[in-house]
């Protein structure tokens, strides 16, 4: 067992002598470092320059970002507004441009207070990415044509969203202190640089990266209200207090778990209440759309539907959507207090949004979005990763390729709906296997790179190296003869600096 430096003897610079090389444990990580020389050397001087890892990993993600700008140039120069199926056959489609007209914001209308013309009554997104919508609309000019605003729409959304991806990639590299460079699993995950401007999910994203670093700071409070402006912006967030609740169970933290949800829940509402009171028929626009919006895109359930003679009503579909999701629940509920060492918040937080994933009767592509911080902390390991990614750049070609075939006509230019299925087996497959790698390293925490390296939970914040108050099943009976053995054995939580101490 290590023993923990204390803040004198801690050197002043921002990269710890024990900080985890991934060049060093990580064989895919060490061949991709040959692009730019190798592995680091062990004499080599760290964090003494400007060129800290988080410095280095947000100019990293900028520049995947800006990447990805150029990938949607096709449809920047007229794909999004002349040709049905162009801006499918160059994979460069965002929500963006097309909503700045289709939900009033080139006319001035006001989200959720103003009806709207078209199919779509009212705006079908939460409160906060309204307002996120709504202010990149203020900094629109009205003047010209209105493909020239929706271009400039889409080019202030992409600004702001690009130091959404900058606050991600900082909020995951700081939140395992020893683990610095796993930051680099976001910055150039190739999913995220191709979804990243298709919708304002990341939004979201970079407020639940942020929840996720203040509970690791030993923040709880600031964790709530982040997370519950996070599920102000987005539904998914609020799942990730499930596994929380099960953890702090645990460990018998409920008083920082109790500050939490209090956070959290005053934050949502701070945001939503005056919607709520003002335009109630507005402001329950997004949650009645998602009950009654039928089997879409990316599901199981599409596959299911198109291949059956009778498909089954949106409310059998919301029904069984919702039981499958509660049983996902249960699952991880008994894996949390049922495995020989109490789970990483990280890798429950990631097993729960997964399991909504994978049970939702819609996966817009940029969904992805919700996962690739979580995978990262979860299990940062590079070849399980970019396994995952793979499976996710085919299904965003996949999804594409399919409308472009639906939508050209005779030409049928594309993927038709059996490829179409492919590609959405090859996602599920896809989440289904990090989803398996991660409860392996539940269950066999010696597996775990994170604890192998003699960490407990660096995202646990309070849960970082606590006893356990509950356990159920093996968990709660040791075997007899473990008191008498003699060989070394791990003793996780030690090694490096608790989480829960010092500032961001």
Same mark, same amino acid.
């Given at each position: 067992?290590v023993?923990m430096?204390s ?5 002043a610079?921002s &990269?710890e002598?024990?900080t985890?090389r991934?060049?060093k444990?990580d064989?895919?990580a060490? $061949?991709g470092?040959?692009l ?10 760290l964090g003494?320059?400007?060129? $800290?890892?988080v410095?280095?990993?947000a ?5 995947m ?10 449809? &920047?120069?007229?794909?999004w ?23 009033g914001? =080139?006319?001035?209308? /006001?989200? &959720? ?5 078209g199919?779509?009554?009212?705006l079908?997104?939460?409160? *906060?990415?309204? /307002? ?17 605003q929706?271009?400039?729409y ?7 969203l690009m ?7 900082v909020?995951?590299?700081? $939140?395992?202190?020893r ?12 999913a ?10 990341l ?7 942020a ?10 409070? =600031? ?19 499930g596994?929380?609740?099960?953890l702090?169970?645990r460990a018998g ?8 949800l209090?956070?959290?829940?005053g ?12 335009a ?12 009654e ?8 359930? *599409?596959?299911l539907?198109?291949?059956m003679?009778s ?8 029904t069984?959507a919702?039981?499958?999701?509660l049983?996902?629940?249960l699952?991880?509920?008994? *894996?949390? *207090?049922?495995?020989?060492?109490r789970?990483?918040f =990280?890798?429950?937080?990631f ?7 994978l $049970?939702?009767k819609?996966?817009s ?12 902390l979860a ?11 793979a499976?996710?750049?085919?299904y965003f070609?996949g999804?594409?390729m399919?409308?472009?075939y ?12 059996d ?8 996602h ?7 989803c398996?790698v991660?409860v ?9 790179? /994170?604890?192998?390296a003699?960490d ?7 849960l ?6 509950f356990?159920?099943?093996?968990a ?6 473990a ?10 939580g ?8 010092g500032?961001?």
């Amino acid at each position: 067992m290590v023993s923990m430096p204390s803040a004198e003897t801690k050197r002043a610079s921002s &990269y710890e002598p024990d900080t985890v090389r991934p060049t060093k444990e990580d064989a895919v990580a060490a $061949t991709g470092s040959e692009l730019i020389g190798g592995p680091i050397g062990r004499r080599a001087l760290l964090g003494t320059s400007w060129w $800290t890892p988080v410095r280095v990993i947000a100019l990293v993600a900028i520049g995947m970002f800006a990447l990805g700008m150029v990938q949607k140039l096709p449809c &920047y120069d007229g794909a999004w507004f002349f040709g049905a199926s162009s801006q499918y056959t160059h994979a460069c489609y965002s929500d963006i441009p097309h909503l700045y007209q289709g939900r009033g914001f =080139a006319e001035g209308l /006001v989200p &959720y207070f103003d009806k709207l013309s078209g199919d779509m009554e009212y705006l079908e997104y939460p409160v *906060l990415t309204g /307002v996120f919508m709504e202010v990149a609309s203020w900094l629109t000019p009205g003047s010209g044509s209105i493909q020239e605003q929706a271009k400039v729409y889409w080019m202030v959304n992409c600004g702001m969203l690009m130091a959404c991806a900058a606050i991600i990639a900082v909020c995951v590299t700081r $939140t395992h202190r020893r683990r610095p460079w796993d930051g680099l699993l976001v910055a150039l995950a190739p999913a995220f640089a191709l979804t990243a401007t298709v919708n304002w999910d990341l939004l979201a994203v970079a407020l639940t990266a942020a929840a996720m670093l203040m509970w690791a700071r030993n923040r709880p409070f =600031a964790f709530g209200v982040l997370l519950g402006l996070a599920t102000a912006a987005k539904l998914y967030p609020f799942l990730i207090l499930g596994p929380l609740l099960v953890l702090c169970w645990r460990a018998g933290r409920w008083r920082e778990f109790g500050t939490a949800l209090r956070g959290a829940g005053g934050a949502w509402l701070v945001v939503n209440l005056p919607v709520m009171l003002l335009a109630p028929e507005g402001w329950s626009k997004f949650y009645t759309f998602s009950q009654e919006r039928g089997v879409d895109f990316g599901s199981f359930w *599409l596959v299911l539907s198109h291949r059956m003679d009778s498909p089954p009503t949106t409310d059998t579909v919301n029904t069984l959507a919702l039981v499958l999701m509660l049983v996902s629940c249960l699952g991880v509920a008994g *894996l949390a *207090l049922t495995a020989p060492r109490r789970p990483r918040f =990280a890798q429950l937080a990631f097993l729960i949004v997964a399991a909504f994933i994978l $049970t939702n009767k819609v996966y817009s592509p940029q969904y992805v979005l919700w996962l690739i911080p979580l995978a990262a902390l979860a299990r940062p390991k590079w070849r399980d990763f970019l396994i995952w990614q793979a499976c996710e750049v085919a299904y965003f070609l996949g999804i594409w390729m399919y409308l472009a075939y639906t939508t050209s006509g005779d030409a049928h230019k594309g993927l038709p709906t059996d490829g179409y299925h492919v590609a959405i087996v090859i996602h599920l497959l896809g989440t289904l296997y990090l989803c398996a790698v991660v409860v392996r390293d539940i269950l066999m925490p010696e597996q775990d790179v /994170v604890r192998r390296a003699g960490d407990d939970d660096p995202t646990g914040g309070v849960l970082d190296g606590a006893e356990d108050r509950f356990v159920l099943g093996a968990a709660a009976h040791p075997p007899q003869h473990a008191a008498h053995f003699d060989r070394p054995q791990v003793e996780w939580g030690h090694h490096g600096p608790s989480a829960g101490g010092g500032s961001p």
